[in-house]
T-cell receptor
């Protein structure tokens, strides 16, 4: 089974600054999807950004961008101009592209604190 | 769209009682997933359905857990009898088979279950 590792249980960032959350994964597949989900105190799981492994270009969504290093199996999330509303648990997730393999494998999460 | 709907949002029950969690996926989605989130084990997949048919139930912890999807707009997760170690947040998610979207999963707000 694929494994997803988030080595930073907690991170903090000053408001308006930039922070990077780390994620590594283990797979023998060449085609797959990677996701970052945000879980605020409300518990709702919210998709932040998605990356397809066959695309070399790093995905970007407004203040959120990823650094996808396929050879290193690394998928970090960069949050620019951090806002108080960014405070949440962030989960990295992996999904195979194989037919029939539809579930997500999650990392253990990183709790992000935004300091005013 | 209302998104994925789960009920109840909170459930407190006594050990030995039957618990039923409910989920209404996003209209038109053909995949439905049940996840459990605990501090110890993080987010783990319990079971998922495709077109109302259970595809992978290998994550269901034991026979006390059962899940059904009688139609495309409704699914239940039942625990009978419940035990304190079942206390967790249970998420339902749905997705549409769409490669361009990476089969993006949309999560419901979760049900926080407490078994005393």
């Amino acid at each position: 089974a694929q494994t997803v590792t988030q080595s930073q249980p907690e991170m903090s960032v000053q408001e308006a600054e930039t922070v990077t959350l780390s994620c590594t994964y283990d797979t023998s597949e060449s085609d797959y999807y990677l996701f970052w989900y945000k879980q605020p105190p409300s518990r709702q799981m919210i998709l932040v950004i998605r990356q397809e492994a066959y695309k070399q270009q790093n995905a970007t969504e407004n203040r959120f961008s990823v650094n996808f290093q396929k050879a290193a199996k690394s998928f970090s999330l960069k949050i620019s101009d951090s806002q108080l509303g960014d405070a949440a648990m962030y989960f990295c997730a992996y999904r195979s592209s194989l037919t029939g393999a539809n579930n997500l494998f999650f990392g253990t999460g990183t709790r992000l604190t935004v300091i005013p | 769209d209302a998104g994925v709907i789960q009920s109840p949002r909170h459930e407190v029950t006594e050990m030995g009682q039957e618990v039923t969690l409910r989920c209404k996926p996003i209209s038109g989605h053909d995949y439905l997933f049940w996840y459990r989130q605990t501090m110890m084990r993080g987010l783990e997949l319990l079971i998922y359905f495709n077109n109302n048919v259970p595809i992978d139930d290998s994550g269901m912890p034991e026979d006390r857990f059962s899940a059904k999807m009688p139609n495309a707009s409704f699914s239940t997760l039942k625990i009978q009898p419940s035990e304190p170690r079942d206390s967790a947040v249970y998420f339902c998610a749905s997705s549409l088979r769409n490669r361009r979207a990476g089969h993006e999963q949309y999560f419901g707000p979760g049900t926080r279950l407490t078994v005393t």
